[in-house]
């Protein structure tokens, strides 16, 4: 199993466009960071048919030391929760990298 990062990418991305592998990558950091700021003010980002990101928060809690018995409080924490469409889950459950997770044309057959 391979790790992909943004210029392995954004190399996949320019051989399927035919778009230099430099401009991809600079308009593929450009979104990641787009979405990253929305995320921080709050906003949930939903991408058709692959999946939806949107931040969460683990409210504050009192918890136990397991080691001194002593209770101390967990203050609240933010995190990002994501859910994955039910195409990519099929995708990845069933190992297939060739399949389409678009949407079949409306009155198309497959």
Known sequence: MATINIRKLAETVA???TRPKDVVEEVLKAAFQSLASSLASGDKFVLSNFGHLEPRVHEARTARNPQTGGTIEVPARFYVHFKATGALHEMV????????ISKAAKGSKS
Request: overall charge negative.
């Open 15 to 17: 051989a399927d466009t």
């Open 93 to 100: 459950r069933d190992g297939d990298p060739t399949r389409s």
